[in-house]
C-alpha cells in the first residue's frame, strides 16, 4: 500500500469516527476502514452507547483475510461486554493493521499493539495522529485526567457583553449562530450552565431542528439547588437526561424533589460561592462522560477558565454594541497581572450569517 492510500484509508477511518462524536460515551468514537488490494472491504464508527466497537462491526461485514485494517485509537486488548478488539483482528487473518494512536486506558495502553504483534499481525502507528487526538480529545482527557474535556461557548456583542442592563439577551446573535449552536451540542456528551442561566432563560437545552435522534444530558451547576420546579428542564427529563451538580448546603427537601421529577444528582464541594468545578467535573468523568459544551453564564464560564479547565474556546460575535452597562459576557477572574490570563491560540475563523464565530484552544 503507498503512503498516499494509506492517509487517504486513514482519513476516512477519522471521519467515521467524527460521526459519533456525543453519541459513544463513555467509549471513544473510533473509525475502522478495512482495505484490500486497495478496495475498501467494510466501514464502520463504534456504535451509539459505545457498543459494538468499529472494528468487531467492521470485521463482521467482510472476509478480512489478508487485509489492512485502518483504525483511529489502538484495538482494545480487554474483553467486557464486547471481544477483545485485537484478538478479533487477529482471529480475522488481518495482515496489518495502521493506527493512528495508541490508548492511554491501563487495560490496553500498548497490549492491543502487542497481541497483534504477537500474532504475526504488521502494525504502524502515528499515521493521522494529531488528528486523532484531537477528535479522542475527551476519551483521552477522561483516561488520563479523570474528568471530561470542556468547549466555553460565548455569545456577545462586539463589545462583549451577554445582555442588557436589565438581562434581556434572546437573541443578540442570528438564527444561523444558534443553529450552529444546536450542531455543536450534537457533537457533545453534554450541554452545561449554570444556575443564574437556568433561572434567567428556562431552557431546554435539547437540540431542534436537526433531525437528532440522540439528546445530550443537560447538566446545570446550582450551589443551593434553588432552580425553578416546575421548568422546561424539569418537564422535558423523558427526552433528555438531567443531571444536576448541587452544593452540601442545598436543602434536602429541594434534592429530594428534583429526583422525584427525574433528575440524576452530584453532591459537590465549592468554593466561595460556587461549586468547585474540578471536583464536579471528575464527578461527571467518573459518570462516563467525555465531551462537555458549557454554554454559560458568565460566572460559570470565569469559574471554568480560571481552573484552567477549558480546552476550547467558541466565541460567536454580534455586530450591535450593549455599553458599559451590559452584563460582560465572562465574569471576575481575578486577575492582577496579565500574565496570569489564560491564554488561547486561534484555531479557526469564520462567518454565520450576520456573526463571526471564533475557534480558540488552549495553547
Known sequence: MTEVADRRFMSLALSLGRRGLGRTWPNPSVGCVIVRDGRILARARTADGGRPHAEVTALAA???????????????????????????LARAGIARVVIATTDPDPRTA?????????????????????????????????????????????????????????????????????????AMRARHDAVLVGAGTARADDPTLTIRDLGQDRQPVRIVFSRRLDLPLPSRLSQSVEAAPLWICHGTEAPAAAVARWAEAGARLFRCPTEGRQIAPAAALQALGAAGLTRIFCEGGGSLGASLLGADLVEDLICFTAGTALGAEGLPMIGALGLDALADAPRFRLAGVRPIGPDIRHHWRRR
Open 110 to 182: 500498548g497490549q492491543g499493539i502487542a497481541r497483534l504483534k504477537a500474532a504475526g499481525v504488521a502494525v504502524e502507528t502515528g499515521l493521522g495522529g494529531d488528528e486523532a487526538r484531537e477528535d479522542l480529545a475527551g476519551f483521552l482527557t477522561r483516561v488520563t485526567a479523570g474528568r471530561p474535556t470542556v468547549t466555553l461557548k460565548l455569545a456577545a456583542s462586539v463589545d462583549g457583553r451577554i445582555a442588557t442592563a436589565t438581562g434581556e439577551s434572546q437573541w443578540i446573535t442570528g438564527p444561523l449562530a444558534r443553529r450552529d449552536v444546536h
Open 62 to 88: 467482510c472476509d478480512a483475510r489478508e487485509a489492512t485494517a485502518y483504525v483511529t485509537l489502538e484495538p482494545c486488548a480487554h474483553v467486557g461486554e464486547t471481544p477483545s478488539c485485537a484478538e478479533e
